[in-house]
């Protein structure tokens, strides 16, 4: 067999004859020529047989690494005059528009991006985490289900940091697939505005129920866009207000401690975060025993801890709406009586959003499924921290979490 055949086979490139193959150093170049006689505009598919001009240097592509050695794909391109996009080089048919890489190339990168951490990538495909982030963009707008809109019947909206400094993206989760199925970048009434924009009246009118948490904005857009949707509240969005006041209560009592002049004692107990803001199965001895000395030593830090640990097991699986209605009404009284400002506070909050609490346990929709996607998807965008834009932390959450398979390259090619 000659190389040039071998090669052929060797790549699995669509749509072009292999000419010729040198070694440079680390490399394999491989030149080749489209099969192809018309030209086709790479952004409308526009094709005419008469070409503009040649470009006056090869294109080049990285495609799957042989062995050790990185492949490189050499093709001299024409250029065409579209009606539409004016002047362009022509598209081929085995690398997406503007990409410096092949399409086998970018789904190997995208199938290790939802599977693998930052360092295993870079180094294995030896390329930037920035460049991963531009070829998942590129695969999630090819790649993505564009029907995934339809027959949205409950959601969830939800905001999520991609980056430290309050960068937030929006997401929506279709709950009846458990996929994110929409996201934008921002956190705000006017980017729940835009999901609904791009739903459309009459899709908008099918949605029952939205679960979000209890900002105003995303339930203005609501009441504005889907009048007829049941507002609800995640839980999780619940318990985590409660975590959220209870490090408040023991902030302040580690200032105290502090002030009194005790700088030993206030160390141990900054120690005590993760102990008093854990699951209690999910601590460790040490933390236990920090726990168990802390509730021991009872005070307003205890107290907390208990309001805490009582509100979270009252949207524990298993228990009624009446259930969950009286032991709601009772934290709250609990609460308001406990003289931490922090928990009447929070007293305060769920009393206003009760209606929407109940109405998510009453739906279902809080359940240990809902919070597992939205783990999953926080997981993911702490992944994607150091990414040069929403686009790419949004691209990686569709990715992974959205209405999308990926397969490793060899099998897409399976037929040969
Ligand atoms: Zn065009």
């Known amino acids: 067999m000659r190389v040039t055949a071998a090669f052929s086979r060797l790549l699995c490139l669509a749509g072009v004859v292999v000419g010729e193959v040198a070694f440079a150093p680390g490399r394999v ?7 192809r006689r018309r030209l086709v505009c790479p952004l409308c598919g526009f094709s005419t047989p008469h070409r503009h001009d040649v ?25 065409l005059v579209c009606p539409i996009h004016g002047v362009r080089t ?12 092949t399409r086998d190339f970018e789904h190997l990168v995208a199938w290790l991006a ?13 390329i930037h985490w920035r460049t991963v982030g531009r070829i998942i963009e590129r695969v999630c707008a090819d790649e993505l289900d564009p029907e995934r809109l339809s027959g949205l019947v409950e959601i ?25 199925v929409w996201g934008a970048e921002g956190a705000s009434a006017s980017v729940a505005d835009d999901f609904y924009g791009a739903l459309g009246p009459e899709r908008a009118k099918r949605i029952t129920a939205v679960s979000m948490d209890m900002g105003p904005g995303y339930a203005k857009s609501t009441r504005a866009n889907a009048p007829q949707a049941v507002i609800c509240i995640d839980s999780f969005h619940v318990a985590k207000l409660a975590s959220e006041a209870l490090d408040e209560v023991r902030r ?46 009872g005070g307003k830090v205890a107290r907390g ?23 709601l009404t009772r934290f709250c009284s609990r609460a308001s009586r406990s003289r931490l400002p922090a928990f009447i506070r ?24 809902a919070e597992a996607l939205n783990n999953k998807v926080r997981l993911i965008t702490h992944r994607a921290y150091g990414f040069h834009s929403a686009h790419a932390a949004l691209a990686l959450v569709m990715l992974t979490c959205g209405p999308i398979t990926l397969q490793p390259p060899h099998e897409l090619h399976l037929h040969q």
């Not at 929070?346 to 499924?369: E, S, Y």
Request: with cysteine.
């Open 29 to 35: 170049v491989v030149a080749v020529a489209l099969r």
């Open 55 to 79: 470009r006056p240097v090869d294109s080049v592509w990285r495609h799957l690494d042989l062995g050790v050695w990185r492949v490189e794909i050499r093709c001299r391109l024409r250029r």
């Open 90 to 101: 022509e598209q081929v048919p085995f690398a997406r528009h503007a990409s410096d890489f």
């Open 114 to 126: 939802t599977r693998t951490d930052k360092t295993t990538i870079t180094r294995m495909l030896r």
């Open 156 to 180: 969830g909206i939800d905001e999520v940091s991609w980056r430290k400094g309050h960068r937030y993206l929006t997401l929506v989760a279709d709950h009846g697939r458990r996929q994110i």
């Open 252 to 297: 302040e009592y580690w200032n105290e401690l502090r002030s009194l002049g005790d700088p030993q004692a206030a160390r141990r107990f900054k120690d005590a975060r993760w102990a008093l803001l854990k699951r209690p199965e999910n601590l460790t001895d040490r933390q236990a025993v920090t726990l168990a000395a802390l509730k021991a030593a």
């Open 305 to 327: 801890y208990e309001l805490k640990e009582a509100l979270r097991c009252i949207f524990n699986a298993g228990l009624s709406l009446q259930d969950v209605s009286e032991l």
């Open 346 to 369: 929070l007293a305060r909050t769920i009393r206003k959003h009760r209606p929407g609490i109940l109405a998510a346990v009453r739906l279902g929709i809080t359940n240990a499924r």
